[in-house]
């Protein structure tokens, strides 16, 4: 009986669950069918204000369209977010491919709502996820006078929130921080390798100032990793470092040093790259090749023609893509194309029958 | 009579073995559920700050190849490649594999997209059939059509993989279409973690609904029962079991429909395994113990808002033969890495997850079976306390029944814009009927797989499929 009992008991406990179930599946559900019904109907009446303001005859009538408009926005940022995208994607009125007019346009809504408050508000009262957000949304306004409040949100122990801030300061010039945060995670080499490309894409101060205050302090993982991240920035101040990289015996230095100094494609580095392109590390060669290419020199396309039959294929196949750039006539061409090594030739072949018709 | 009594005691222990069997199973899955929940919500948060859009101007992106291997896909194969074109990516080439097709394959494929013929160097990394011709098109530059000898399914994705010149590389099936932004938030698993190896994706049943470019238009109830039910399975499936066993780097599955690979790891692992038709899950699992073997750091992901959608078979014979498939790929799995069962070397891949499809997956139907035959002969024999059995079916059907509502709330939380309400409640109907013979005829086609195994292992089978609503 003991058994049943614990049976009967089980049986209702499960009748429960799925009641709680079935409660919780139709709310969410509803919610969502709310929030359907909803921003249909912002989109709508957004749509008659874009419309407004856009279309607008006299600058009297847009500024009482613009306040029509920030009255629906009303603090909320979902709405002010769908106003600002369906004014830059509008297509049809007289601000129609002009996209600084209708970033002017913008700024006269930001002047009426304000949105910089309501992701201040967002950062001072939301969780990680909502003060992230804020933290983007924030550097994307330029909302420099919030920059300590981000800086708090830096030293975060949620990973999320802290990248979000210092992307956020990152988008903000500010180096100093950036640095810092950068160095913090150089010892986490899973994460750091991605963290410094986006950094460097996306901040707008001086890319040498913050590289030069990164080199100062950090190991030789981050610095291999800066020196590649910003070779295609071409940042001449630190040519003496790349040189010095690049004739020397550490094998990553060399790597991230040849790399820069390619992507510059100076004459007076021929040399260099052409022992490089001779190296034992196909990285390394197949950079060099790629310096080579932009010198156009008949010595650097002997080298390029040369690394065609190279025994790492990645190393043929970029010699394949970058010659075609290179001034190869078409005795050359049809010698490789004709010769007698089947790599080069193939190689060749793959890249021309992709761009000759 | 001593036989009898032999028989009588067996009956009942089996009785009582079935029971505390499916107690644990239902035990397992309600702990899957509350991880999947608990992740689920913390995914869906996250994603709020990801702003995964922005990474599409990122650097760290990494290049993709999309691998379509097609055997005999003349109805959805061109307009499958049209819905890939437009995926939102920033740089990624699509292979056609057509695997010695004998209908219209190729020549669709040629003709739509203006396809000329091109000598081309192939790096042979995995040894596979004879690749007869390659074709390109000045106008769709990240298009490759490959004609091959066939080889089967494994054979043309190892083809794949041996043209592709991207790092990354994605198995597609010819009859899906993957969401546009599915590939850029997939390969955000490799981005954010650079141990990442195999990231899978959520496939969910597109039967009855407007799919166009990948893009769900209009969420509408399919018409047969069968097809219904699958889609309560496959959000139970993804959503519970996947997240689940992702969440503890044990994934052993990544549907064959989408999948995202690092190329050098299957590379050095050697390929898709030839003549096997479990080939997505042999993959994974050869991935996990070759990783382990040699101490390598690796992830196995899965990613509940990266969406395929696919066709579920409509009729009862063909779902019969996915089912015995499935369960046939699933032994031949366990089978060539049964090693790792129990084996501490493959930590939680090996001491959990390896036994767990093995009694779970592989012998639950088995248990199941047994348990159904012998139910009558309980009765006959007067040892079913029917109270007892009756107050034992309610409790199992409604632990089943709150495993399929709990998957379905997770879907309502993933996939939030995709229901209305009306429709998210008639479809948990769904998740109460399927447990009244729906299942039971599952279980013994998955048995019927078990049972067939030396027999069917090497045939694919063709399941009938039409083109997608648009």
């Known amino acids: ?357 | 009579m001593g036989f009898l009594n032999a028989v009588r005691s067996f009956i009942v222990i089996f009785n009582y073995f079935c029971m505390a069997f499916t107690l644990l199973l239902s035990f397992i899955y309600i702990i899957q559920l509350f991880v999947s929940l608990f992740r689920v919500h913390r995914n869906y948060d996250k994603t709020f700050s990801d702003d995964f859009l922005s990474y599409v101007d990122s650097d760290n992106l990494l290049p993709i190849s999309l691998i379509i291997p097609a055997y005999n896909e003349q109805e959805n194969i061109v307009q499958n490649i049209r819905s890939l074109m437009k995926l939102n990516y920033p740089q990624f080439e699509i292979i056609v594999v057509n695997d010695g097709s004998t209908d219209k394959t190729g020549e669709l494929v040629v003709n739509a997209f203006h396809m000329h013929k091109i000598e081309t160097s192939i790096r042979y990394q995995i040894q596979t059939q004879n690749i007869e011709a390659v074709y390109y098109s000045k106008k769709y530059p990240n298009l490759l059509y490959v004609q091959k000898a066939n080889g089967g399914k494994s054979d043309a994705l190892n083809a794949g993989i041996n043209i592709s010149k991207y790092p990354l590389f994605t198995c597609l099936d010819a009859d899906s279409r993957i969401e546009k932004d599915a590939l850029l938030r997939l390969s955000l698993e490799f981005i954010k973690d650079s141990r990442t190896v195999v990231a899978g994706g959520i496939v969910r049943i597109a039967n009855g609904s407007k799919i166009v470019d990948g893009e769900l238009k209009g969420f509408s109830m399919p018409k047969k029962l069968i097809e219904r039910f699958q889609i309560v399975e496959y959000y139970r499936s993804f959503l519970m079991g996947r997240v689940f066993w992702s969440a503890s780097n044990s994934l052993l599955i990544v549907s064959g429909a989408f999948g995202l690979f690092r190329k050098q790891t299957v590379i050095e692992v050697g390929g898709y395994k030839k003549n096997t038709i479990g080939e997505d899950m042999e993959i994974v699992v050869r991935i996990h113990r070759y990783m382990r073997k040699n101490h390598r750091k690796y992830k196995v992901k899965f990613n509940e808002f990266s969406v395929c959608w696919t066709q579920g078979p409509m009729s009862l014979k063909d779902i019969r033969s996915q089912r015995r498939r499935w369960q046939i790929g699933l032994m031949d799995t366990l089978l060539s890495h049964a090693i790792m069962t129990f084996n501490p070397r493959y930590g939680f891949v090996g001491l959990v997850s390896m036994p767990y499809n093995w009694i779970f997956e592989l012998f639950g139907a088995l248990v199941e079976t047994i348990g159904y035959v012998l139910l009558p002969f309980t009765l006959i024999m007067g040892e079913l306390n029917m109270f007892f059995f009756v107050i034992y079916f309610l409790l199992s059907v409604s632990l089943g029944v709150i495993l399929s509502e709990g998957s379905l709330v997770l879907e309502q939380y993933t996939h939030r814009a995709a229901m209305t309400a009306k429709q998210s409640i008639s479809i948990s109907v769904y998740a109460i009927l399927e447990n009244f013979g729906y299942r039971q005829l599952i279980t013994l086609f998955r048995m019927e797989g078990i049972l067939k195994y030396r027999k069917l292992r090497k045939t694919w089978g063709k399941i009938k499929r039409k083109e997608f609503e648009q």
């Open chain 1, 1 to 357: 009986m003991k058994i049943e009992l614990i049976s009967v008991i089980g049986l209702l406990l499960c009748l429960l669950i799925i009641g709680i179930e079935y409660i919780l599946l139709y709310r969410l559900a509803e919610l969502q069918d709310e929030h359907t019904a909803r921003t249909e109907n912002i989109r709508r009446r957004l749509d008659i204000h874009v419309e407004g303001v856009l279309y607008a005859p006299t600058d009297g009538s847009r500024n009482a369209e613009i306040t029509a408009m920030a009255n629906e926005i009303n603090g909320d940022f979902t709405v002010y977010e769908m106003a600002v995208e369906a004014i830059r994607e509008h297509n049809g009125s007289s601000f129609s491919g002009d996209d600084e007019a209708k970033e002017r346009l913008i700024e006269r809504i930001n002047a009426q709502v304000d949105p910089v408050a309501i992701y201040v508000k967002m950062l001072d009262e939301g969780d990680v996820y909502h003060k992230g957000y804020a933290c983007r949304r924030l550097a994307e306004l330029n909302a420099q006078e919030y920059r300590d409040k981000i800086k708090d949100c830096v030293g975060s122990k949620d990973r999320d929130l802290s990248y979000n801030a210092a992307m956020a300061l990152c988008r903000m010039g500010d180096v100093y921080e950036v640095a810092e945060y950068l160095l913090s995670i150089e010892n986490d080499t899973l994460y750091s390798g991605r963290i410094v490309n986006e950094f460097f894409a996306q901040f707008t101060g001086d890319r040498g100032e913050l590289a030069s205050l990164i080199f100062e302090k950090c190991n030789k993982y981050m610095k291999c990793t800066v020196i590649k991240t910003i070779a295609i920035y071409k940042l001449d101040r630190f040519r003496p470092m790349y040189l010095e990289g690049a004739s020397g015996d550490d094998s990553q230095m060399k790597i991230a040093c040849v790399k820069a100094l390619a992507a510059f494609g100076y004459p007076e580095d021929e040399q260099l790259l052409q022992i490089a392109a001779g190296d034992k590390d196909w990285v390394i060669r197949s950079s060099a090749i790629r310096g080579l290419s932009l010198l156009k020199t008949q010595s650097a396309l002997n080298t390029v023609k040369h690394a065609l039959g190279d025994k790492e294929w990645w190393v043929r196949q970029t010699a394949a893509q970058v010659i075609t750039r290179m001034d190869i006539s078409p005795k050359d061409l049809e010698e490789i194309l004709g010769g007698y090594d089947r790599f080069a030739a193939d190689a060749m072949k793959n890249v021309l029958y992709k761009s000759v018709e």
